[in-house]
């Protein structure tokens, strides 16, 4: 039995789908580390994504700080650990006793803000709020997108380790082999994913 034979026998797919798991890419490394290409796609897309997701993770947290410093500064009130409503709130009136006025108007009892000191606000022009609001819509925006990329990776990371798993199978087993694989499914809820085994 000459080597190659025998390095062929001892891979273990679920060791390669483990590896691809981990890391993107480390399974077709353990496979072939000559011919790993496909691999290679796997772990540059991590990369990349890792890059993205830490780059908006830093820019959202500098807007959230602007937008929270904007609000004391021109508005005199602090938002930080404060509801979404009371935030949109203080971006879509001019003061808390516009606020309230509006809300009593409408009969939204419910709605009113207790009129406190660190519950108030007031912006001096209807710019200095539009900023403010621009600011907030920008932060959310790009928060938003985080957990897509954290799915995204996810993702990957998974068809990496089925690829990498069946090529371990084929390079072990020759033509004949079994093999994973993965395939959306659209439904009411979203979008779910079908993991597929054929021999």
């Known amino acids: 039995m000459g080597f190659a ?9 679920r060791g390669a789908f483990l590896r691809s798991l981990a890391v993107p890419g480390w399974g077709h490394h353990y496979v072939d580390s000559n011919n790993w290409a ?33 609000a004391v500064k021109e508005a005199g009130v602090a938002i930080k650990n404060r509801s979404r409503s009371f935030q949109l709130a203080v971006g879509n009136f001019n003061s808390l006793d516009a606020y309230n006025d509006f809300q009593t108007r409408a009969r939204n009892w419910d709605q009113l803000i207790a009129d406190t000191p660190e519950n108030s606000w007031q912006w001096s022009n209807d710019s200095d709020r539009n900023k403010y609001n621009n600011i907030r819509s920008r932060f959310e925006s790009i928060d938003q997108q985080l957990p897509a990329l954290i799915g995204l990776m996810v993702v990957n990371r998974l068809i990496s380790g089925i690829s990498a798993y069946n090529r371990a199978r084929k390079v072990g087993a020759g033509n004949s082999f079994t093999s994973l694989g993965v395939s959306p499914a659209y439904g009411t809820q979203g979008i779910a994913a079908h993991l597929k085994v054929s021999f």
């Open 5 to 13: 034979q025998q390095a062929s026998e001892d891979l273990n797919p």
């Open 38 to 70: 496909r691999g290679q796609v796997h772990l540059g897309a991590e990369v990349a994504l890792l890059i993205s997701y830490f780059g908006l993770n830093i820019h959202s947290n500098n807007l959230q700080q602007n937008w929270q410093a904007y």
